[in-house]
């Protein structure tokens, strides 16, 4: 179902929920007219912005930048493991159906989420190694989730899964890419996503697409 | 003559770091502004400056014209960034009344000339501006706020945007046929 303009300037405007914003993006991938609704309306507010008045940055900030591209490491504080940085690679290059803007918005709340403080980024592994997306503990407990692509079939969604010692419980279902669970007390263990029937299902009904220790 | 921005980002796709260089030199400072409006702190503004460009450099062998201009393209990667860094740090003291303020009546028989988007807009389609799009409120935190009705806070909106995408046009239809802005 087509957008409606609304809900495009609410999505140009960056007010929608990360849930709506996806539902915005798949709508969008598939009507030109809608596509060129939202430039109109981005084109606009981007006019906002080059009409203020500039800020000078310190002259530092070209190089530091240009030192970032080139050693594509966190900004001071921690060097990301080569497995991590490439599933950070993927998330940002790898996936060849979604629409840029999704790319961005997912890429963007992956670094949101591992700047916060206490933050812990895993990649999340297939079976056979190859990383699936990222997922990134929270300090209340909470996941967020960032798959490299939405889920394979139409008539599936994401359900991610705690497995613990003493058994498994769902954190939640998601049919984007991302995904931010309720606040939890979970213990040592693992996460792990499976694909679902639309709703989740009360135990995964198949083999786990990745996994990641907590 | 100078390169488009379209061509600087084919460049960057290219790995040319000179080009995000270049392209770092002709938008950080009014990405900066836009930090430092939001998040009023210019440390993270300056960090989530950063994260945009480089953002941007990953993202360029995907830009594609037909979708967003170059500057649009990159003005709402900055965008979204400092949107993320304000949720999730949490919005800093904000007064409802402290926005851009308007300008003041003009004479109908004097001679205006627009230079700014922002002075397309009446008052109260600035305060909506200014809260949702730099500060983030949703329509719905918007009627609150203002104590409006959700269905008016949208026709203002609505109205809003509809001036400033007039304005766009305008100044895109202003434009010399050598390229340069008058």
Redesign the interface.
Known sequence: MKPD??TL??Y?????SASEAQAVERELSADPQA?AEL????????????????????ES??R???E???GQRR?ARLLWPLALAAAV?LL??GVNST???Q???V???V???S??PGAVTKPLLSASGQSAGLMVRLGNGQIFVAMNRPPSRSDRVYQLWFIEAAGIRSLGVFDGRSFESARAALGPGKVGITLEPPGGSDQPTSAPLAIAEL | MEESDEQLIARMARRDEAALAELHRRYAPYLMALGVRMLRDRELAQQCVQDAFLNAWNASARFDARLASAKTWLVTIGHRRMLNALRSRGPAEFALEEWDAPTPARDLDERVVVRRAVDTLDGEERQLIELAFYQGYTHQELALMTGKPLGTVKTRLRSALARLKQHFLDRQARVSPSGEQP
């Open positions: 303009h609304d300037i609410a140009a405007l960056g007010s929608l596509q430039r109109a309306l981005q084109d606009a507010l981007a006019e906002l912005v080059t009409d203020l008045p500039p800020e000078p940055l310190p900030a070209e530091a930048l240009l970032r591209v080139r900004p690679a940002i290059v629409p840029w803007f790319n961005l918005q890429q963007n709340q670094q949101a989420y700047n916060r």
